[in-house]
């Protein structure tokens, strides 16, 4: 099924914001209805958490003495660069280009709050039989979906160039 034209990027950086945009107000509501390590049960599996993450994914470097905030800034404000690029040259890819847009804005979101809060914060906790996921938030969750939607769109494009006779090892 061929894919319709694709709205130019900049209405993706509109995903984007809208990902960053609640992803902020949801962490604002947080940390003004929570103590920081607050816990409210909400079902047998979800808690709502108030942490405060000085590192990255899983807590990276969260105790390394505070050089890590400014690390994970540079990192961001790169990578950040490295997906606007990449979003512009998505072409007529739409899920590739929603998929950018969900990283794109998942990262701005984490960014904001270590640029002003010096830490990520952090509420949703998934948990069973007395195992815990790390917290995590709006931003870290757009992120792993972009993701996931990025390697899917890689396997579907091999699958296409293989189809095509074109792909690893055909010549």
Same mark, same amino acid.
């Given at each position: 099924?061929?894919?319709?034209?694709?709205?130019?990027w900049p209405r993706w950086l509109a995903l984007s914001a809208a990902v960053a945009a609640a992803d902020l107000a949801t962490k604002a509501w947080i940390s003004a209805a929570f103590a920081a390590g607050e816990v409210?049960?909400?079902?047998?599996?979800?808690?709502?958490?108030?942490?405060?993450?000085?590192?990255?994914?899983?807590?990276?470097?969260?105790?390394?003495?505070?050089?890590?905030?400014?690390?994970?800034?540079?990192? @961001? /404000?790169? =990578?950040?660069?490295? +997906?606007?690029?990449? #979003? *512009?040259?998505?072409?007529?890819? %739409?899920?590739?280009?929603?998929?950018?847009?969900?990283?794109?804005?998942?990262?701005?979101?984490?960014?904001?709050?270590?640029?002003?809060?010096?830490?990520?914060?952090?509420?949703?906790?998934?948990?069973?039989?007395?195992?815990?996921?790390?917290?995590?938030?709006?931003?870290?969750?757009?992120? @792993? /979906?972009? =993701?996931?939607?990025? +390697?899917?769109?890689? #396997? *579907?494009?091999?699958?296409?160039? %293989?189809?095509?006779?074109?792909?690893?090892?055909?010549?």
């Amino acid at each position: 099924m061929p894919e319709r034209p694709h709205a130019p990027w900049p209405r993706w950086l509109a995903l984007s914001a809208a990902v960053a945009a609640a992803d902020l107000a949801t962490k604002a509501w947080i940390s003004a209805a929570f103590a920081a390590g607050e816990v409210h049960v909400v079902t047998p599996f979800l808690n709502l958490v108030l942490w405060h993450n000085a590192g990255a994914a899983f807590s990276f470097l969260a105790g390394a003495g505070g050089w890590q905030r400014w690390f994970f800034i540079g990192v @961001t /404000v790169a =990578v950040a660069a490295v +997906l606007v690029a990449m #979003l *512009r040259k998505s072409g007529g890819n %739409r899920l590739l280009a929603a998929a950018l847009s969900l990283v794109l804005g998942g990262a701005a979101g984490n960014l904001w709050d270590r640029v002003t809060l010096g830490h990520v914060v952090d509420f949703i906790q998934l948990h069973a039989a007395g195992y815990y996921w790390p917290a995590f938030n709006v931003a870290d969750s757009a992120i @792993t /979906v972009g =993701v996931v939607l990025i +390697l899917w769109d890689g #396997l *579907r494009e091999a699958r296409a160039a %293989r189809g095509a006779g074109t792909g690893p090892g055909i010549r």
